[in-house]
């Protein structure tokens, strides 16, 4: 929490991103990073004008009510919120012309009705309060609760390069204060608003940014060292760089996606983490799934969703469109499923996971899977990471057991090449995943 008011500079700053994501549609770390570049702060005043900006969109609803403008004015109206954001948590408001307008008694009498408003109050949408609650029932209301908060900054431990107290004693000579996430292996939380990529460390591999709830996914898939894996939704390559330090760096792990710059920022963020057994292939067409038939030992499906678990780092995609497509991203869900199931070898396993904390998009879309391929795979386990109760960002992963098939019925099995250049998959352009920002910009919110 801010002990002091925002500066002139850091104010404008904060009406020039929120102008950019809710005028522009950009999304926030992009509006960030254009907005960052073009001036030269420490680390502390990106940590302020990020907090606030971040609050700010988490609770947009809320504080557009408090400024007495409607949802459709607040890209033009950024002054006006940055005064009853002041004004909320008892701060002197900061030196412009919307201060001499600001009319307390108003304010107060709109807080005061908005605190008999709970969603309202932490920042919710009509749409979305109606479905948490048809799908997760009493649980809800905490949940939402907890997506308001500002989120933790975490790190994962590149084991390839270091260990977790030789990172820790680096880092603190880097004036980085962390400390261990208790229950999860190499995971460490920031203390403090360090500028973590422009250390030494970070340049040379030592760490990734990547939220304590994300780093169990790639645990949760089991993979050994010499394994054939398949990360076949990579994005940016978060996990994918976790599933190579699992494997310590031994054996063949292929990244795919559909977008070429991703697969090349993953190119330059694998060689700075020492990950030398990642191979990249863009996805062109359908005959790459034909083509891997029954070659992974390991998969993982990290499927498009709607991005509510993580909503505290990405409070933008709640006031876009994630009403009107989550039918769609189900659809495209189950098909990612009932398809890039047939990658695994018989007696090999599959995680399926997402960045939400919708049963529709995780143990629903899980349970239809094994309806329709009863015999064929099983469920081993599956988890929920929940907001309320870890303090993390949210997911769900199901980890998924292709039974080993009859020897007669082996014998007439396809022979497949991981190695194959010819990788394809269904056109995912335009859904939502969930990756680790990795500007710095980003990273402090």
């Known amino acids: 929490?801010?002990?002091?008011?925002?500066?002139?500079?850091?104010?404008?700053?904060?009406?020039?991103v929120l102008s950019d994501v809710l005028g522009n549609g950009s999304t926030l770390d992009r509006a960030y990073a254009r907005q960052f570049a073009e001036v030269?702060?420490?680390?502390?005043?990106?940590?302020?004008?990020?907090?606030?900006?971040?609050?700010?969109?988490?609770?947009?609803?809320?504080?557009?009510?408090?400024?007495?403008?409607?949802?459709?004015e607040a890209a033009v109206a950024g002054w006006s919120l940055i005064c009853v954001w002041h004004q909320f948590y008892n701060l002197p408001l900061p030196p412009c012309p919307a201060a001499s307008l600001f009319n307390l008694k108003s304010y107060e009498s709109r807080k005061a009705t908005a605190r008999n408003l709970p969603a309202?109050?932490?920042?919710?949408?009509?749409?979305?309060?109606?479905?948490?609650?048809?799908q997760l029932g009493e649980?809800?209301?905490a949940e939402r609760r907890a997506l308001t908060q500002h989120p933790k900054r975490f790190l994962r431990v590149n084991t390839l390069k270091c260990d977790q107290n030789a990172l820790t004693q680096r880092l603190l000579d880097e004036?980085?204060?962390?400390?261990?996430?208790?229950?999860?292996?190499?995971?460490?939380?920031?203390?403090?608003?360090?500028?973590?990529?422009?250390?030494?460390?970070?340049?040379?591999?030592?760490?990734?940014?990547?939220?304590?709830g994300s780093q169990q996914i790639a645990e949760f898939l089991d993979v050994q060292p010499g394994m054939r894996v398949i990360d076949a939704c990579a994005g940016a390559g978060g996990?994918?760089?976790?599933?190579?330090?699992?494997?310590h760096g031994k054996g063949r792990l292929l990244a795919l996606d559909v977008e070429q710059w991703k697969l090349d920022n993953l190119k330059q963020r694998a060689r700075r983490a020492g990950a030398h057994n990642i191979e990249t292939r863009l996805i062109s067409s359908s005959k790459t799934i034909?083509?891997?038939?029954?070659?992974?030992d390991r998969l993982l499906l990290d499927v498009p969703c709607s991005g509510l678990g993580v909503l505290k780092r990405n409070p933008d995609a709640k006031w876009r469109d994630a009403a009107e497509r989550l039918p769609i991203l189900m659809a495209l869900q189950a098909d990612i499923l009932s398809r890039y199931s047939k990658m695994v070898k018989p007696g090999g396993e599959l995680v399926y996971a997402t960045c939400s904390i919708l049963p529709c998009e995780n143990q629903d879309q899980v349970a239809k899977f094994l309806e329709a391929h009863q015999g064929e795979f099983s469920l081993v386990r599956e988890r929920v990471i929940s907001?309320?109760?870890?303090?993390?960002?949210?997911?769900?992963?199901?980890?998924?057991?292709?039974?080993?098939?009859?020897?007669?019925?082996?014998?007439?099995?396809?022979?497949?090449d991981i190695d194959n250049p010819d990788l394809v998959q269904p056109d995912l352009e335009g859904t939502t995943e969930h990756t680790e920002p990795q500007t710095e910009e980003a990273s402090i919110e």
């Open 387 to 416: 907001p309320a109760q870890s303090g993390f960002d949210g997911f769900y992963m199901a980890l998924i057991r292709r039974e080993a098939a009859p020897a007669a019925a082996m014998s007439h099995c396809a022979s497949t």
């Open 175 to 212: 004036r980085v204060n962390v400390r261990p996430v208790s229950g999860i292996a190499n995971a460490l939380e920031v203390l403090n608003d360090a500028a973590l990529f422009r250390t030494d460390s970070f340049q040379e591999g030592w760490f990734e940014q990547q939220d304590a």
């Open 40 to 72: 030269r702060l420490a680390p502390t005043e990106q940590a302020n004008i990020a907090f606030v900006t971040g609050d700010l969109m988490r609770r947009l609803n809320l504080y557009t009510l408090l400024a007495g403008v409607s949802m459709d």
């Open 239 to 247: 996990k994918t760089l976790h599933l190579a330090a699992l494997m």
């Open 139 to 141: 649980s809800w209301a």
């Open 1 to 16: 929490m801010l002990k002091n008011s925002l500066t002139l500079r850091q104010a404008e700053l904060v009406v020039a």
């Open 290 to 296: 034909k083509r891997l038939k029954e070659s992974a």
């Open 120 to 134: 309202l109050w932490d920042g919710c949408p009509e749409w979305l309060d109606a479905l948490g609650e048809e």
